[in-house]
């Protein structure tokens, strides 16, 4: 029992699951905790660079033959253009099947002031 309340995996999916419960029975509170979850957010972005970053680094380093290192980067590669293009299939579907943004009336949306917008955009100078 105590392997399993020390997983990782568990803890997190017993945080997911409090975390709907509170917010389906206390919303309130939920909205006033927000903060705190973007916060926790932003923290695993500005660490999640960094880490794959130095597992690449140090991967590499400890492997010492270069013919090996060209296999890993090209399956890399591979298996980056595979997903990528497994993702956009996925995504060119599901965007043919159930046809987001239909029925929705553009001269309906309301309108903003751009105006500031533009003229920051005028002020603008490209050196030539």
């Keep these: ?7 990782l995996t568990f ?13 389906v029975l206390w919303p ?14 932003n923290l695993v972005k500005m ?11 140090l ?13 890993v980067g090209g399956k890399a590669i591979l298996y980056f253009e595979l997903v990528t293009t497994f993702a956009l299939i996925i995504g060119v579907l599901v965007a043919h099947l159930l046809h987001p943004g239909a029925g ?6 309301d309108k903003g002031d751009i105006s500031q917008y533009t003229k920051s955009g005028e002020e603008m100078d490209w050196p030539a």
Excluded at 47 to 57: G, H, Q, S
Excluded at 59 to 71: E, L, P, S, T
């Design 59 to 71: 991967g590499i380093a400890k492997m010492g033959d270069m013919k090996k290192i060209g296999r």
């Design 1 to 7: 029992m105590r392997r399993i309340l020390n997983n």
């Design 104 to 109: 929705i009336d553009a001269s309906k949306l």
């Design 47 to 57: 660490v999640v660079a960094p880490i794959i970053f130095l597992t690449i680094v």
């Design 28 to 41: 309130d509170g939920a909205k006033q905790m927000k903060p705190l979850g973007d916060m926790f957010i």
């Design 11 to 23: 803890q997190v999916v017993v945080a997911i699951i409090v975390a709907v419960a509170l917010g």
